[in-house]
């Protein structure tokens, strides 16, 4: 008993913050704050003003596709 | 290819860049190495385009070409120190005045310092709702590994913002 005990003790006590208890959930009100920042902070990116350089981008591919030969 | 079925594909493909972007963003965490990412990940989706099988997620398909071509970038960087830090905290500056800019300031920050492999889950799983099947796909990893990302994820998040101390209930 002793020793068994004795490695549990150490091994806990070396455990990382943020690295323990993977598989323990969350309160359901803590997930859902975090799920709450993540989609406000993902879609502040999604709703920021396009620059020109995709649909540029997009249009030369259509039209090399246009082109015979220019697109394999 | 047929010419209408390329100007769908290119329609479809604009579509997706605001979310190619954010996903992007949130791997690199620099806005100009994630749009460059946008723009590999476009053309290499425009020249396989041939390859995409009608039908299946389309989303899916273009964000595992995106991430794939993050992953072989970081690859070939791996003695470059990352620079994410600063980058996601810079683009702060645009986000407006909202009572909850500090809370989202601060979760940004958090987020950054998750390993790219976690934030890539919690953003695929939390922000584009993508199940855990599909992304385990995505990325060529069991579910239950997709499953432990996310969770750890969410796990250091609280820790690090103090969500799971009793003062932190209301949001």
Known sequence: MPEDDQRKV???SHRKVGDGLPDTPLPPHVQARIGRQLKRAYEDIIAEPLPDRFGTLLDELAKSAKRPGADS | MSDTADINFQKELAALVPNLRAFA??????PDRAD????EALV????????????SNLKAWVFTILRNTFLSELRKRKNEVED???????SLATVGNQASHMDLLDFRAA?????ADQREALILVGAEGFGYEEVALM???AVGT???RVNRARQKLATLLAHDSPAAVAD
């Open chain 1, 10 to 12: 150490t091994n806990s």
């Open chain 2, 25 to 30: 963003r949130s791997l690199s965490g620099n």
């Open chain 2, 36 to 39: 460059d990412l946008v723009q």
């Open chain 2, 44 to 55: 290499k989706a425009w020249q396989n385009r041939g390859t995409f099988a009608e039908g």
């Open chain 2, 84 to 90: 994410a830090d600063g980058a996601f905290a810079n």
């Open chain 2, 111 to 115: 987020f950054e310092t998750l390993p």
């Open chain 2, 139 to 141: 990325c060529g990893c």
């Open chain 2, 146 to 148: 997709i499953k432990s």
